[in-house]
């Protein structure tokens, strides 16, 4: 399995409100159609949560979105789909900034 994690700011002239509408009400039926595509998680920002212990980074993000597939191939295939172009298009329209990470999930509970 491969995972796409996308930390996501807002672009600096849209609300918190208006990224998160169009992020769920446009953005998400786009991703609903990329081939290959497993699953597709928005992580909607609830809160921080902060340690005395250990220094916080200083980083504002709006959202958190995960995209898995099956595997490496998978993944370069919808890389090249026109959903997936489509996707990214959108994408720029709202997003203001973004730091993506391909993973590779090692569960250690559950």
Avoid at 94 to 108: A, D, M, P
Wanted: aromatic fraction near 8%.
């Amino acid at each position: 399995m491969i995972k796409t994690i996308g930390l996501l700011t807002r672009r600096p002239d849209w609300s918190h409100e208006q990224f998160m509408t169009h992020w769920v009400e446009v953005h998400a039926p786009l991703a609903r159609i990329v081939p290959g595509l497993l699953r597709y998680v928005q992580n909607h920002i609830g809160g921080e949560r902060t340690r005395a212990d250990i220094p916080s980074l200083d980083l504002s993000i709006d959202g958190i979105a995960e995209l898995w597939f099956a595997d490496r191939a998978s993944y370069e295939t919808a890389l090249a789909s026109p959903e997936m172009k489509a996707l990214h298009a959108d994408g720029a329209t709202f997003i203001g900034r973004i730091k993506s990470y391909v993973v590779e999930e090692k569960t250690i509970v559950g």
